[in-house]
């Protein structure tokens, strides 16, 4: 098993099931704030996490940004490594997640093209 989904109410389940994906607004819920550029709309992450993880399993985020895939992460119960190359955002998220469990989660400052720095984690 790939996920956590029961593929015998597949037409139940909160995940879109069509090819296209057709999205009518943006989760702006919870701490979705929509203030940084370039930022996910957050069913995207949440569409592939619910397909391609189980709950519990480790989602790494290389481009870490604003958090949106580790908001999504949080909401469905997996765990998450997110790196990002500025500190700013790394404030950012660890502001928004003050109150969160965090055995749940890790996040730090790195330039992923750094080989010798990345392999350290
Ligand atoms: C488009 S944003 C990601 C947005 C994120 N998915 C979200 O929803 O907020 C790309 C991020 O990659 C980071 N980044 C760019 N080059 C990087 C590098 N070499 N190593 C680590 N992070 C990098 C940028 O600082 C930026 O926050």
Same mark, same amino acid.
Request: proline share 2%; net charge negative; aromatic share 14%.
């Given at each position: 098993?790939?996920?956590?989904?029961?593929?015998?109410?597949?037409?139940?389940?909160?995940?879109? /099931?069509?090819?296209?994906?057709?999205?009518?607004?943006?989760?702006?819920?919870?701490?979705?704030?929509? /203030?940084?550029?370039?930022?996910?709309?957050?069913?995207?992450?949440?569409?592939?996490?619910?397909?391609?993880?189980? &709950?519990?399993?480790? /989602?790494?985020?290389?481009? @870490?940004?604003?958090?949106?895939? @580790?908001? %999504?992460? %949080?909401?469905?119960?997996?765990?998450?490594?997110?790196?990002?190359?500025?500190?700013?955002?790394?404030?950012? /998220?660890?502001?928004?997640?003050?109150?969160?469990?965090?055995? &749940?989660?890790?996040?730090? %400052?790195?330039?992923?093209?750094? &080989?010798? &720095?990345?392999?350290?984690?």
């Amino acid at each position: 098993m790939v996920n956590d989904l029961n593929l015998y109410d597949w037409k139940e389940l909160d995940i879109d /099931v069509n090819s296209l994906w057709l999205i009518n607004e943006r989760d702006k819920s919870g701490k979705h704030a929509n /203030v940084y550029h370039g930022n996910f709309i957050p069913q995207i992450p949440y569409q592939l996490i619910s397909r391609y993880t189980k &709950k519990d399993e480790i /989602v790494l985020d290389t481009f @870490l940004g604003s958090g949106t895939t @580790l908001y %999504e992460c %949080e909401k469905l119960d997996r765990k998450f490594i997110g790196f990002d190359i500025n500190p700013k955002m790394i404030d950012y /998220v660890n502001l928004q997640m003050n109150d969160s469990d965090k055995n &749940k989660f890790d996040i730090f %400052e790195c330039d992923v093209r750094n &080989k010798d &720095k990345f392999s350290n984690f």
